[in-house]
């Protein structure tokens, strides 16, 4: 089965610039994730949809980002306007149900510089 | 709140030796599955093992094993016999009550070097 799409694999921007990414999951999967991971460290949760509507979004920094699932599958996340601590890898991940039970599948991710 | 600690940063081994990571978790709940993770330089968290807090049963899968010890709160992992392929940065991640739907809480990763 192909994997979790995510594009663009980098990209650099100045801060106060906006950007976005994209995540595609694997198809059927009705939850999809946002996390952010800065170097040397875990990923960290930003938000998580089950189908088109968000479950979680308690560490999303909501003054700058902003994520949508609009039809319940491809999703995007902005940040506007970015900030060096911006800069991180963010991965997208996709499982067949929000439970417990069903493991999370990662894309290749999204690394950004501000600078 | 809950935690998951890798006090293991990096870890060089040469070919063929074992390689133990540790993992200690901190969590309220009683019902809560524990994961490890390989991320390999290409970035992607590739799934290794999963493992819910009501089976302590530790089991081999090929290379790799597991200890899950509730009364220490820890889940260690190790790689028998390691190859080269094998480096890569490795994460521990706790995931509570399934009404939390199926959120990682990742630890800080350590990252095994094996040297052929």
């Known amino acids: 089965e192909a994997g979790v799409a995510q594009s663009p694999r980098y990209k650099i921007i100045e801060k106060r610039q906006s950007v976005a990414f994209w995540c595609n999951p694997i198809?059927?999967?009705?939850?999809l994730y946002w996390y952010q991971q800065i170097l040397g460290q875990g990923p960290k949760l930003l938000i998580q949809?089950?189908?088109?509507?968000?479950?979680?979004d308690s560490q999303l920094p909501k003054d700058r980002f902003s994520a949508e699932r609009l039809k319940g599958v491809d999703s995007t996340l902005k940040i506007q306007p970015a900030k060096l601590e911006d800069s991180a890898v963010y991965l997208c991940a996709s499982s067949l149900r929000g439970l417990n039970n069903s493991p999370l599948h990662f894309g290749n991710g999204t690394r950004l510089t501000v600078t | 709140a809950q935690k998951v600690t890798q006090a293991q940063t990096e870890i060089s081994v040469v070919e063929k030796e074992d390689v133990t990571l540790d993992c200690v978790y901190e969590t309220r709940d009683t019902t809560y599955y524990l994961f490890w993770y390989k991320q390999p330089p290409s970035g992607e968290l590739v799934f290794l093992i999963r493992?819910?807090?009501?089976?302590?049963q530790n089991e081999i899968s090929g290379r790799y094993s597991w200890n899950f010890q509730k009364s220490t709160s820890s889940f260690n992992f190790t790689i028998t016999a390691s190859q080269v392929v094998d480096s890569a940065v490795y994460f521990c991640?706790?995931?509570?009550?399934?009404?939390?739907?199926?959120?990682?809480?990742f630890g800080g990763g350590t990252r095994v070097l094996v040297k052929p």
């Open positions: 991640a706790l995931s509570e009550a399934p009404a939390a739907g199926n959120k990682l809480t």
């Open positions: 493992r819910n807090s009501f089976d302590e």
């Open positions: 949809f089950q189908n088109n509507g968000v479950v979680d």
């Open positions: 198809s059927g999967h009705a939850t």
